[in-house]
């Protein structure tokens, strides 16, 4: 309340760990977004986990706000390991972006993880109002990919992270996809190098992406005469 009384308060899992990464509130629903290491969270659709045991998995939770009573709880997983690191709630449905090594999280469209099977493969997965997958995709390219944001704006999805190589973790590529609104592939860029650190902030305006953060290296593309001046040289892309 505006006084800092509690209203209403829950928890829910086991010993076994985890934790909400995003919380999103719309039209009287709060939506969890997280990961576990939990399998026996209170499941109303989909399937159990059913790989490794301890590995972590997603869980999605979706409450009614007035109650806190859940109207549906999902895990996402596969036979491996697999984190939710970027969300957003959009008339209902929710997006999901990510990481996985498992080679058969549930996709829709018959992608497949990437031959390195033990490397990270991003994933794009969209959930409909009642918790079902509507649509769900690996995003591999022949490297580690981690998607760590996910950006809509009129209709079009715009993800971005990082992608690198198992043989050299300290220099990353900036990864972003742009993905249309039936699920398929608009268009996907790498832009080269950034020293491996925190993930740059990025935002959509008319059509238009817009990145900026730290570490750029000198092979980093720039438009004018900008000068590296060694770590942490900072950069701003459009």
Known sequence: TIDGAIILSKVFGDENGGWTEKMHLQNGSVYLVGNTDSDNLPVTIGNYPIGVQYSTNIYVQKL???????????????????????????????????????????????????????????????LNVDGSIGFSTYLATNNNDILFEIVISNGEIYLAGQSYTTSNFSETDILIYKINTNGTIAYTKKLRKVWDNDFPTFTVLNGSLYIAGTGATPAYPVTNSSQHYGYPTGFFTQ
Do not use: M, W
């Open 64 to 126: 009614n706000s007035s109650n806190f009573n859940t109207v549906f709880c999902r895990y996402i997983s596969g036979n491996n390991y697999e984190q939710v690191h970027g969300s957003e709630v959009i008339n209902g449905e929710l997006h999901l972006t990510g990481r996985t090594r498992s080679t058969n999280f549930p996709v829709t469209n018959g992608s497949t993880h990437s031959p390195e099977l033990y490397d990270d493969d991003a994933f794009y997965t969209k």
